[in-house]
């Protein structure tokens, strides 16, 4: 007869995955406040530790607590490059379950904050803030788009902020699953991270009409031009009815947070619409649903900065 020995060793217990955040983003965007955040959720953090230095952090058997690992342009060997391989390494580590956390905030709020706090910024300490505020945006450019969960903070609060956090990382049981719901530009690749993907290249484009080009799909007048299409409903229809059916499935296999991209032609007109209908019909069914629009952060954040006299 065969012993337990032997039947445990025909069907090994599944290796308990070690949970990695990187947490980055611009100086006074929230980076501490997040940092902070994830440690009364149960992570382990380690703030500033060198680049070089995080592959041999995670090597050998996975740490008891979720580690969440801070990182900014002060760091002594900073390179976006760099930072950007490291994630994409960490992410094909089968023994690894990360996620990139970039904590954002538009220029503007930035340069506000700057001026109420009178700080030098750490990128330009002997010049005005803007100058280092718009060289450490140019720097982490490529990061910000390569971010798994991107939160911004111009128009919260500390306490709105951690919990929007709380509903990411949390770790206390029951915790709900958070629902992100993101447009992208099929041109501009499509974003990392992705748990389910729905093309609207199909649907009639706003782009072509002149009215409407240089607005987005949260505009009244882009959704409903994109709505008269007759194949929008029955697409938009079984695109929820999908959603509906395995959001709860997601649930019970334990899953924390779920990312379902729209992607059209440029991210300007289709997948917006599509992609804020679809978040706020989920919100409304009381899923925990943040709304993310790639192309339409990228033309923000490339804004010029304007400030007083301009």
Sequence with gaps: MPSDA???????????????AI?????GAGRSTAINSLEDFGFEVIDNLPLSLMPRLLDGPPHSRPLALGLDTRNRDFSANALIELCDALSRDERIEFELLYIDCDPQTLLRRYSETRRRHPLAPAESPLEGIEREMDLLGPVRNRADVLIDTSELTP?????ELGAW???????RLAVSVQSFSYKRGMPRGMDMVFDCRFLRNPYWEATLSKLDGRDDRVAAYVAQDPRFEPFFGKVHDLCAMLIPAYVDEGKSHLTIGLGCTGGQHRSVTMAEKLGKMLAEQEWQVSIRHRELERDKANRPIQTAGK
């Design 6 to 20: 032997s039947t445990d060793t025909a069907h090994p217990a599944t290796p308990a995955l070690q949970k990695v």
């Design 23 to 27: 947490v980055t983003g611009p100086a």
């Design 159 to 163: 306490h709105a902020l951690r919990a």
């Design 169 to 175: 990382f949390a770790q206390t049981p029951g915790a």
